[in-house]
Structures are given as structure tokens and as C-alpha cells.
């Protein structure tokens, strides 16, 4: 089994600057990209950055210049460093991790609240 612990959520003022983060745990063989998604209220599930293991980045359009995934690879952490928040970036923030082992599997981490207002 595999866990995945996500941190760094809270409230922030437009303007501010948050950094997530998401450890992995457990039986992990090869983990072949990690990435952030988000999910605000009434809106479906979004992706917000990827990183594989190659180590490029993909954004959703609506964060580039703003947002910067990276990993850690000796931690099995990915981190999402967010900044100039906007109150549309107000939404429960999760983390996703595809393993290899024989097959691909995905798995999601409890979502962490990211609320941004004045």
C-alpha cells in the first residue's frame, strides 16, 4: 500500500504565497510522475502541474508564471510553491502519484484547503 500525506494548505491574502507539500510512503517501487490537481466548488478536478520523472514540467494555463512543482526524489515528495495568489486559486488542492510496479497505478492524497481572500 501506498500513502500519500499532503501539507501546507490554509488562508492567504491575494497577493501571498503558499507552498504544498506531499510525501509518498509505503511500497514504492518506481514512481513515474508525480502532480498536483485542484477541485474548487462546483468545478470538476483540474491539473494544475506534473512533473515526471524525467524532471519536465507541465502547468495548467491559468498558473504559469506563478506556480513551481518540483521533487524530491530521495524524499519521495513533490512540492507545489504557489505565488501571486488569486481568489481564483481558491480550491481543495490534491496530490497525485502514478507508480510502477508491473502496472501503473495512481493514487491520490486527502486534499488540503487553499482559500485565497482578503
Known amino acids: 500500500q501506498v500513502q500519500l500525506v499532503e501539507s501546507g494548505g490554509g488562508l492567504v491574502q491575494p497577493g501571498g504565497s503558499l507552498r504544498l507539500s506531499c510525501a509518498a510512503s509505503?511500497?514504492?517501487?518506481?514512481?513515474?510522475?508525480m502532480g498536483w490537481y485542484r477541485q474548487a466548488p462546483g468545478k470538476e478536478r483540474e491539473l494544475v502541474a506534473i512533473?515526471?520523472?524525467?524532471?519536465?514540467?507541465n502547468y495548467a494555463n491559468s498558473v504559469k508564471g506563478r506556480f513551481t512543482i518540483s521533487r524530491d526524489n530521495a524524499k519521495n515528495t513533490v512540492y507545489l510553491q504557489m505565488s501571486s495568489l488569486k481568489p481564483e486559486d481558491t480550491a481543495v488542492y490534491y496530490c497525485?502519484?502514478?507508480?510502477?510496479?508491473?502496472?501503473?497505478?495512481?493514487?491520490w492524497g486527502q486534499g488540503t484547503q487553499v482559500t485565497v481572500s482578503s
Open positions: 509505503g511500497s514504492i517501487f518506481s514512481i513515474t510522475a
Open positions: 497525485n502519484v502514478l507508480i510502477y510496479d508491473r502496472v501503473v497505478r495512481s493514487y
Open positions: 512533473i515526471p520523472s524525467s524532471g519536465s514540467t
